[in-house]
Each structure stands twice: as C-alpha cells, then as structure tokens.
Nanobody, 124 residues
Framework: PLVESGGDSVQAGGSLRLSCAAS????????MAWFRQAPGKEREGVGA????????VYAGSGKGRFTISSDNAKKMLYLQMDSLNTEDTALYYC???????????????????WGQGTQVTVSS
C-alpha cells in the first residue's frame, strides 16, 4: 500500500514536507507521483519522478516551489512544499505505476495505485 503523512495546517508562506511510505514496492521499478484535489475541483497532478530528481516533472502551479524526491532503500517518496499559498489547500495523494509507460506522468489516468491522502490546509 501507499500511505501518505505530513499534512498539516500552515500559514501562507510556510513549508511542509509530505511523505509517502510505499511498502511492498520496489520504487526503482515504478513511476511515483503526487496529486492533489481541492474541494469542488478535479484531482490534478503535482509532480512525478521516475529515475531521480533529474527527471522529475512538475505542474506549473508547483514549479520552483515544490520538490519531489525518493529514497529507494527506505521505500519512501517525499514532496517538499515551500512558499505555500491558500491555493495549495487540498488533499494530497501519492500514486504509483510500473515504469512501462511513456505518456503524461501528470495524468491521473496513468496510475494504478493510490494512497488515501493527507490534508494540507494553508491559511492567509
């Protein structure tokens, strides 16, 4: 399973690091991603990583503020979020799929495994 943690309530301008425990996965064999869903909105991709930081992709909203990383030995995926604003308020999900995929890594249709989510609330 994929289990997210680290969600919290923070003030605008603050930072959070989300974690995803991917027990049962050999992360090196998967594309790992973060998605989020705000109330009343569709789920959207935040960022994804395959081999490492050098091939991470980010949605426009998080570029320059969010950083994805993974620790294959610990089977952990992370999302460092800086300069948070109120529009970042959402339920954040970890997702995974096997690496036999060359399409859009920020499309939720590409992923086969999902966590339950962790809530991030940013107040002004």
């Amino acid at each position: 399973p994929l289990v997210e943690s680290g969600g919290d309530s923070v003030q605008a301008g603050g930072s959070l690091r989300l974690s995803c425990a991917a027990s049962g996965y050999v992360i090196a064999g998967y594309i790992m991603a973060w998605f989020r869903q705000a109330p009343g909105k569709e789920r959207e991709g935040v960022g994804a990583i395959t081999r490492g930081a050098d091939d991470a992709v980010y949605a426009g909203s998080g570029k320059g503020r969010f950083t994805i990383s993974s620790d294959n030995a610990k089977k952990m995926l992370y999302l460092q979020m800086d300069s948070l604003n109120t529009e970042d308020t959402a339920l954040y999900y970890c997702a995974a799929r096997l690496r036999d995929y060359s399409g859009d890594r920020l499309s939720d249709a590409a992923y086969t495994s999902w966590g339950q989510g962790t809530q991030v609330t940013v107040s002004s």
